[in-house]
């Protein structure tokens, strides 16, 4: 069940956003390219690639797992962005920015993942009807 990953809105934001945050990153400390930034880095990177492995996998279920991972590290950029400014690597503004952008990929991703679980739930309202278990 191949699905077109490049066609798929959450792969072309989040490829997006990772380019951004790679371009973020080249501008933080160099005592923090071992930790936040390498952090940043993998996590941005992480979103696009599982949407894109998934993409390729048999069944929705597999699908669904590597849309949950990419939701996972989108998660953790959350979390190091917000410590990012805290610490005074990004400035507010930058962090507005890219956090908007995060957070609609997030959305979307989420709204996604919800319309494939529905799939499953329709299939057990279906098959409880007809009494199988």
Request: glycine share 4%.
């Amino acid at each position: 069940m191949a699905r077109l990953y490049k066609n798929m809105e959450i792969f072309q934001l989040s490829y997006s956003l990772a380019l951004d945050i790679h371009k973020l990153l080249d501008k933080f400390p160099e005592e923090q390219k071992e930790n936040i930034t390498s952090q940043m880095r993998r996590a941005a990177t992480s979103i696009p690639l599982n949407i894109a492995e998934g993409s390729v996998k048999k069944s929705q279920r597999e699908f669904l797992n590597f849309l949950s991972y990419a939701y996972g590290s989108a998660k953790e950029l959350d979390v190091l962005l917000s410590m990012s400014k805290d610490l005074g690597f990004i400035t507010k503004s930058q962090y507005d920015s890219i956090f908007g952008k995060l957070d609609e990929l997030m959305a979307k991703l989420f709204g996604f993942m919800e319309n494939i679980e529905s799939m499953f739930e329709n299939k057990k309202k279906f098959f409880t009807r007809f009494g199988a278990k």
